[in-house]
């Protein structure tokens, strides 16, 4: 039996609960150390990848991929932010580096003076064609390969709904 509060008697926590906490909470926290371990597998095993068989990071390769998705016109940088989750000071030093080899395109704004549009040059879609590969073997792999078909499409699923918001 448990008490008012989520303690059995004797203030000890019920089976499959932390001590303080109710079977939703430490339910909560067990999904989210799940969660953050998987992804820290899956970019650990990315990061390593994408490195060595393409120079490229993480971070770079969502740039690439991003801007692969917009099509002729660019994004303003700070649209990348959503994609890339670092500073804007740290993200506007990756774009110029990225740019430096060739990667991207910069060029101001139309009507604005202030803002620059990124675009993919057509040696970062070569980079971004050639690290796809890279990206999906690991992808299937590490994450994929371990789900049934029927898993993969309710993880898509409810990744979709979070993102959404």
Do not use: K
């Not at 008490?3 to 004797?10: E, F, L, M, S, Y």
């Not at 303003?76 to 030093?93: H, M």
């Amino acid at each position: 039996m448990t008490a008012p509060g989520g303690t059995a008697p004797g203030g000890t926590a019920p089976s499959g609960t932390a001590p303080g906490g109710t079977g939703d909470d430490y339910g909560c926290a067990q999904a989210w150390v799940a969660l953050t371990a998987a992804h820290a597998r899956v970019a650990g095993l990315l990061a390593g990848a994408l490195e060595q068989q393409c120079g490229l990071s993480i971070n770079e390769f969502e740039i690439l991929l991003r801007l692969d998705r917009t099509g002729e016109a660019g994004v303003r940088l700070g649209d990348l932010q959503t994609a890339v989750p670092v500073s804007q000071p740290a993200l506007s030093r990756m774009v110029a580096r990225m740019s430096g080899r060739g990667w991207l395109g910069r060029s101001p704004v139309p009507d604005d003076g202030r803002g620059v549009l990124i675009t993919l040059t057509p040696a970062g879609r070569d980079l971004l064609r050639a690290a796809i590969p890279a990206h999906a073997s690991i992808i299937r792999v590490a994450l994929l390969d371990q789900l049934t078909s029927a898993e993969q499409d309710l993880l898509t699923s409810a990744l979709r709904r979070v993102v959404a918001g």
